[in-house]
C-alpha cells in the first residue's frame, strides 16, 4: 500500500486568501486525485492530476478556482484560490494502487475558512 | 449520472451483526467499494466487489448484486471500534476511471 502524506493537516484561513496543499506519495504512481468532503457530506472528486499533463476537472470545479501542479510522480499540489467560507471542508489526496480498483487516501486537510 | 443511495445513520449493539446497504443507479458500472472513515480521518479500504456474490474478509463480507444495483456491508462481532462512518462507492468509466461516493453511513456501536 502507498503511503500518504499531506502538509497543512489543519489551517484556519481569511477569506479572499489562498492556500496549497501538498501531497507526497512514498511511490512514483500515475494518477493523484484530489477529493473534498464538506461536515457532512461524502467525498466529491475535485479533479484528477497525471503527471506531465493538464489536471482533468469534474463538473462543478474550474481550474482558477482549485489549481493544480503535478511536477513529478511523487507529488501533488492542490491551490484553494480565493477562499470564502463555503470553501469549509476536509480536503483529501488520493492514490492508484498498484491494482486498478486500489485507492488509498492521504490523511486529509482540514480548512476552516471565516 | 451516479446515483448513490444508503441509510445516513444506524446503531447496533456490541456483539451484533449489522448489515448496512447500498443502492446505487450508474451507467458503466465497472465495480463497488466499501470503505470505513472514522471521524476526522481519512477512509479506508475495506473492499471491492466486481462480481454478484458474497466476499468475507474476517468479520466483514460484503455482497453485490449488479443486476439490482444492491449492495450490503455486513459486520459480524461488533466491536466499540467499528464505531465509524462506512462510505459506499462505485467505480465506473467516464472516460477513464471514475470513482463516486455516497454520503456515508454513520455507524454507532453500543454496549
Known amino acids: 500500500s502507498a503511503v500518504i502524506s499531506q502538509k497543512p493537516s489543519r489551517d484556519i484561513c481569511q477569506r479572499g486568501t489562498s492556500l496549497t496543499i501538498q501531497c507526497q506519495v512514498d511511490?512514483?504512481?500515475?494518477?493523484m486525485f484530489w477529493y473534498r468532503q464538506q461536515p457532512g457530506q461524502s467525498l466529491t472528486l475535485i479533479a484528477t492530476?497525471?503527471?506531465?499533463?493538464?489536471?482533468?476537472?469534474e463538473s462543478g470545479f474550474v481550474i482558477d478556482k482549485f489549481p493544480i501542479s503535478r511536477p513529478n510522480l511523487t507529488f501533488s499540489t492542490l491551490t484553494v484560490s480565493n477562499m470564502s467560507p463555503e470553501d469549509s471542508s476536509i480536503y483529501l489526496c488520493?492514490?492508484?494502487?498498484?491494482?486498478?480498483?486500489?485507492?488509498?487516501f492521504g490523511p486529509g486537510t482540514r480548512l476552516t475558512v471565516t | 449520472g451516479q446515483n448513490i443511495d444508503q441509510p445516513t445513520e444506524m446503531t447496533a449493539t456490541e456483539g451484533a451483526i449489522v448489515q448496512i446497504n447500498c443502492t446505487y443507479q450508474t451507467s458503466g458500472f465497472n465495480g463497488l467499494f466499501w470503505y470505513q472513515q472514522h471521524a476526522g480521518e481519512a477512509p479506508t479500504f475495506l473492499s471491492y466487489?466486481?462480481?454478484?456474490g458474497l466476499e468475507e474478509k474476517g468479520r466483514f463480507s460484503s455482497f453485490l448484486s449488479r443486476s439490482k444495483g444492491y449492495s450490503y456491508l455486513l459486520l459480524k462481532e461488533l466491536q466499540m471500534k467499528d464505531s465509524a462512518s462506512y462510505l459506499c462507492a462505485v467505480m465506473w468509466s467516464g472516460g477513464y476511471q471514475k470513482v463516486t461516493f455516497g454520503i456515508g453511513t454513520k455507524l454507532q456501536v453500543i454496549p
Open positions: 492530476a497525471n503527471q506531465g499533463s493538464e489536471a482533468t476537472y
Open positions: 466487489n466486481v462480481l454478484d
Open positions: 488520493s492514490v492508484e494502487g498498484s491494482a486498478a480498483y486500489e485507492q488509498y
Open positions: 511511490s512514483q504512481v500515475t494518477m
